[in-house]
């Protein structure tokens, strides 16, 4: 792995700043937020600098139990060959489920399981032989954890390697969410995952509110975070560091600052980790530690910022992509909290049953470039493959769970429900945020932050999303003109010339609206 240096998470809203980042030496860009064809200017800039860039995926959901969409992965190597960059990204979760279709916005946990692991694996074979540079995986953060899971986060992510030679990307802030929110230990995930196949490092801010630590990217970095990097930079040098920020964003000398206390842990050696795991703030030098501000209380979802008039807004992703950051706050009832937080609250995952002889797979085997498996087949390259009849089964739990966040279903069994209620209501709030992002003008046209959340919430209970945030905006501002909402005229003939420029066509009437009605009823 080519070194890579300190980098940071490369955003519109902070372009200028990032121009003027001295030592900075990468970043990363979010790849379903660019075109290959039409770099934005700045992002040209710094590639014409000698800047690498490397693009971040995070909608191919390579965890689900699909294969990976062909034109996602077409357009994922062309942005990596439009960059020039040495690899791409992307996540061990799964976003989606194609019976039912539907979106979840966000990166959700796969099962520990031999049967997610298989699909996981031909997955990633399948994006290896398509994409034109090397991957990488990184762990993501999550709230709840699944039922009867076979493996450790560390078994899996080792085995995951050994059958694949994916390489990983280790987000020390995910590790210390699921920390608190899991009750993982993070020493144990490093100390069992092979740190040679290690990419680079994600780290980043958050807060804990009720004792449920929210991974917002809209926060300072925290000591006990650059105590997790200090504590994997005593076990090995990361090629590179890379520091991401999503929301909120601070002075530029504030992003210099953390960068500056980033690179101050990296290169203090393995001696500025001692004590990490019992005390991982402790391992920060401490002119970084006094120098990092104390995270700022979570702020209350309903806080939809409206945009500044002439503000650069945010581009409106691909259909079916996932926007970060991974976990937003979103508050639960105080009983709620409590039965949520604290560790050992969700299930023990067990011990890896021990495959049977002449069943382990080989370290770092490779399919032949260019070869797929064919349904029900098990491919022998890289060990066990997923037969169809594993696919299924991940494919029932996946929607059965995906069903109860987004569709209101039941919560399937052995999920803790106050968990997944939590959960529920984080992804409800998630997809207003980010459609008050990607479309600005709906809360204006409505009056506001709060009664544009308040109609979206409504909406939402009633509609998963299933084509990604720029048809679910569409579909909201359609839904509510069937209803002949707003009532103000004159917000109601805005909303229905802001529809009709980016849909191309009239709303459906009200009697349209009763005949989909009744079909589904009779469906």
Known sequence: ??????????????????????GLDWVEVVAENICAGHLPEALQRLRE???????????????GADRPDPQKLAALGERAV???APLVTEHIAFVRTSSPVLEAGHLLPVPRTRDALDVLCENVRIAQDALPVPLALENIAALFS?????????QFLTELVERTGVRLLIDVANLHTNRVNRGEDPAAVLDAIPLEALAYVHVAGGVERDGVWHDTHAHPVPPVVLGLLAELRSRVEPAGVLLERDDDFPPEAELAGELAAIREVVTAGRTAAE????????????RVRAAAPEPKAAPEPEAITEPKAGAQTASWPEPGSVAKPEVLPEPATQAEQKAVTGPGSGPA??????????????????????????????????????GEAARTRVALGQAALLSALVAGTPVPEGFDRARIRVQVRALAAKRADVVAKVAP????????????????LAYAKGRPMTAGYRRDALDFAEDLLIQDLPADPAARRRLTAWWRERAGARPPRRIVRWARTLAGRAA
Do not use: C, N
């Open 146 to 154: 699944w039922p009867g899971e076979e493996m450790t986060e560390g």
């Open 349 to 386: 995952p067990q011990a890896a049953p021990q495959p049977q002889a002449g069943t382990q797979p080989q370290a770092g085997t490779q399919p032949q470039a260019g070869t797929q498996p064919q349904a029900g087949t098990q491919p022998q390259a890289g060990g066990r493959g997923a």
């Open 441 to 456: 003008e709906l809360p204006g046209i409505l009056g506001g932050r709060a009664p544009y959340r308040k109609a979206f």
């Open 1 to 22: 792995m080519a070194h890579l240096g300190v980098g940071i998470g490369w955003r519109p809203e902070i372009a200028d700043a990032i121009d003027r980042l001295d």
């Open 275 to 286: 004590g990490a795991v019992a005390r991982p703030e402790a391992s920060v030098p401490d």
């Open 49 to 63: 600098r000698g800047t690498r860039i490397v693009p971040h995926g995070v909608s191919l959901g390579l965890g």
């Open 82 to 84: 439009a960059l020039g």
